[in-house]
């Protein structure tokens, strides 16, 4: 019998989906014979005294979840997320980098720094990327700092904003579907796949349209129905970061998958599971071992 | 000696990488997260290169907490932290730790009323935790540049522990930030230094190592 520890924080614990997931966890891992405790941020040294962390707060390097993952590693504890993961994930520049050197497949995409923000710049970008395209703050989550950008005016404008925040920002080519594919990954092993159905008033999974936060619906859908080139792409992205749990967003054009984001610490609030009942018994085993039970 | 035009060499923003068998070493006056620097050293390690500092070791120098259980666990004395969300005993060091926190600033509290004005500000309202690091009323804050590990003017035992913070995190230019008490010192965090702060003595050092390392 191992004690898992979950670390959480005020948000998360004030969303009555992620606590229902989260209890859902909880009993997992008990039914598995273990101890499971909360850790809050001001208790983040109790993280030494688990035989298991998962973090399920937000994730970034400046963040009190990285702390909590890496005092784990400093004492020997299997972490999810660990730091790596955050790192990288946290990151879209480090992540489409970590993409890129495997060979995975991503929308054609440019880093642009402070001095490449030029009008001159924005044309060459266009011409290189086409039109509309992506700009993304490399820290993004959610869907934040995401935007879709036409003209050179605007690029220049969103570029400025963002930049402000990080010396080098993502230019992506923008591909259109209505849905995209979130394929979970569990140590390099595919762990769900579900469908984000995209919001029609947007073209991101999750966006605020008319002061009105909107989100993608969920759908989750057995393996045998998911295409295998979806799948394979999702887990070559997930390797190519680490061997940790991972969300990867994948759109499908021109029957060709292509990888949007992989997010460490994904949502397994919105009925993720549905068609994958070990998922929870996966991801405790994962951290703690099967357990008695 | 300060060669004509070393001011251009150290100019702000400057980037020197300096190749050492299978290192690189990367000097800046700025490892921070998603700074240019940050993303040379990335840019590196997704190449396959071995660079010193890692993407890594400037993360766990900048973000306190973090940078202290590091130190701690090399033997380093460090003053105790904790994570508070509001409360802080007085007199503390604070440190934010969020995205916004800045690395390179700390407040010395001495009293309830400046505490919850820089708790109010570091939290950004309530929002994020903060470390503390709670000191005695006698303690002083001293801040040593260290360069290589090579301090300018530091004591014996000042410069013996920046050539261990050297050794564990190997920030070729870093600000020590030291609490004093008596004639003990234990680190309180590691922040970025600006080349325009240097002395004559440390930019004569720093270009002393660079060209030792270059020419290996």
Same mark, same amino acid.
């Given at each position: 019998?191992?004690?898992?520890?979950?670390?959480?924080?005020?948000?998360?614990?004030?969303?009555?989906?992620?606590?229902?997931?989260?209890?859902?966890?909880?009993?997992?891992?008990?039914?598995?014979?273990?101890?499971?405790?909360?850790?809050?941020?001001?208790?983040?040294?109790?993280?030494?005294?688990?035989?298991?962390?998962?973090?399920?707060?937000?994730?970034?390097?400046?963040?009190?979840?990285?702390?909590?993952?890496?005092?784990?590693?400093?004492?020997?504890?299997?972490?999810?997320?660990?730091?790596?993961?955050?790192?990288?994930?946290?990151?879209?520049?480090?992540?489409?980098?970590?993409?890129?050197?495997?060979?995975?497949?991503?929308?054609?995409?440019?880093?642009?720094?402070?001095?490449?923000?030029?009008?001159?710049?924005?044309?060459?970008?266009?011409?290189?990327?086409?039109?509309?395209?992506?700009?993304?703050?490399?820290?993004?989550?959610?869907?934040?700092?995401?935007?879709?950008?036409?003209?050179?005016?605007?690029?220049?404008?969103?570029?400025?904003?963002?930049?402000?925040?990080?010396?080098?920002?993502?230019?992506?080519?923008?591909?259109?579907?209505? +849905?995209?594919?979130r394929i979970g990954?569990?140590?390099?092993?595919l762990l769900y796949a579900a469908?984000?159905?995209?919001?029609?008033?947007?073209?991101?999974?999750?966006?605020?349209?008319?002061?009105?936060?909107?989100? !993608?619906?969920?759908?989750s859908?057995?393996a045998?129905?998911?295409?295998?080139?979806?799948?394979?792409?999702?887990?070559?992205?997930?390797?190519?970061?680490?061997?940790?749990?991972?969300?990867?967003?994948?759109?499908?054009?021109?029957?060709?998958? +292509?990888?949007?984001?992989?997010?460490?610490?994904?949502?397994l609030?919105?009925?993720e599971d549905?068609s994958y009942?070990?998922l929870?018994?996966?991801?405790?085993?994962?951290?703690?071992?099967?357990?008695?039970? | 000696?300060?060669?004509?035009?070393?001011?251009?060499?150290?100019?702000?923003?400057?980037?020197?990488?300096?190749?050492?068998?299978?290192?690189?070493?990367?000097?800046?006056?700025?490892?921070?997260?998603?700074?240019?620097?940050?993303?040379?050293?990335?840019?590196?390690?997704?190449?396959?290169?071995?660079?010193?500092?890692?993407?890594?070791?400037?993360?766990?120098?900048?973000?306190?907490?973090?940078?202290?259980?590091?130190?701690?666990?090399?033997?380093?004395?460090?003053?105790?932290?904790?994570?508070?969300?509001?409360?802080?005993?007085?007199?503390?060091?604070?440190?934010?730790?969020? +995205?916004?926190?800045?690395?390179?600033?700390?407040?010395?509290?001495?009293?309830?009323?400046?505490?919850?004005?820089?708790?109010?500000?570091?939290?950004?309202?309530?929002?994020?935790?903060?470390?503390?690091?709670?000191?005695?009323?006698?303690?002083?804050?001293?801040?040593?540049?260290?360069?290589?590990?090579?301090?300018?003017?530091?004591?014996?035992?000042?410069?013996?522990?920046?050539?261990?913070?050297?050794?564990?995190?190997?920030?070729?230019?870093?600000?020590?930030?030291?609490?004093?008490?008596?004639?003990?010192?234990?680190?309180?965090?590691?922040?970025?230094?600006?080349?325009?702060?240097?002395?004559?003595?440390?930019?004569?050092?720093?270009?002393?190592?660079?060209?030792?390392? !270059?020419?290996?």
């Amino acid at each position: 019998m191992g004690s898992l520890g979950i670390f959480v924080d005020r948000q998360v614990m004030g969303s009555s989906e992620q606590l229902t997931a989260l209890i859902r966890l909880r009993d997992q891992a008990e039914a598995m014979g273990h101890t499971v405790y909360f850790i809050f941020p001001v208790e983040v040294r109790k993280v030494a005294r688990v035989d298991g962390l998962f973090i399920r707060s937000r994730t970034d390097p400046l963040h009190i979840s990285y702390v909590a993952a890496k005092l784990a590693v400093f004492h020997g504890i299997p972490v999810i997320d660990d730091p790596v993961s955050i790192q990288v994930c946290s990151d879209k520049v480090n992540m489409y980098l970590h993409l890129m050197n495997r060979n995975v497949r991503i929308p054609e995409t440019r880093f642009l720094s402070k001095r490449e923000i030029t009008r001159s710049g924005a044309e060459e970008v266009f011409a290189t990327l086409g039109r509309p395209l992506i700009l993304k703050e490399p820290s993004t989550s959610f869907s934040l700092r995401v935007e879709k950008v036409e003209t050179v005016d605007q690029l220049l404008k969103v570029a400025k904003r963002f930049i402000k925040l990080s010396d080098w920002i993502v230019a992506q080519q923008y591909l259109s579907s209505s +849905y995209d594919w979130r394929i979970g990954v569990l140590d390099g092993k595919l762990l769900y796949a579900a469908q984000y159905i995209i919001p029609s008033e947007t073209f991101k999974i999750q966006d605020t349209v008319n002061g009105h936060l909107v989100y !993608c619906a969920v759908r989750s859908i057995p393996a045998a129905e998911v295409p295998r080139p979806v799948i394979e792409t999702g887990v070559a992205a997930a390797r190519a970061i680490g061997r940790g749990l991972y969300g990867v967003d994948i759109k499908v054009c021109d029957d060709t998958p +292509y990888v949007i984001e992989v997010n460490d610490n994904p949502s397994l609030e919105g009925g993720e599971d549905t068609s994958y009942p070990d998922l929870y018994h996966r991801v405790v085993a994962a951290l703690v071992g099967e357990g008695p039970g | 000696m300060v060669r004509k035009g070393q001011q251009d060499t150290f100019s702000a923003g400057s980037i020197h990488l300096r190749h050492m068998g299978r290192e690189t070493h990367v000097i800046s006056e700025d490892y921070s997260f998603k700074t240019e620097t940050y993303y040379r050293i990335v840019s590196l390690e997704v190449e396959g290169k071995t660079t010193v500092p890692s993407s890594c070791e400037t993360l766990e120098a900048y973000v306190v907490p973090i940078c202290l259980a590091r130190a701690e666990g090399a033997g380093i004395p460090v003053l105790p932290w904790e994570i508070s969300d509001h409360q802080v005993p007085l007199p503390a060091i604070l440190y934010g730790v969020h +995205y916004f926190a800045d690395p390179s600033e700390y407040s010395v509290v001495r009293d309830p009323e400046t505490a919850a004005r820089v708790v109010r500000f570091i939290t950004n309202g309530g929002k994020y935790p903060f470390c503390y690091q709670p000191i005695g009323e006698e303690t002083g804050i001293l801040p040593v540049t260290a360069i290589f590990g090579k301090t300018a003017q530091a004591t014996d035992a000042v410069g013996s522990l920046c050539a261990e913070i050297y050794r564990v995190f190997r920030l070729p230019l870093v600000n020590c930030i030291f609490a004093q008490t008596g004639d003990r010192f234990a680190l309180s965090a590691l922040t970025p230094v600006r080349y325009s702060s240097l002395a004559r003595e440390e930019r004569d050092i720093l270009t002393r190592v660079m060209e030792e390392k !270059c020419h290996g």
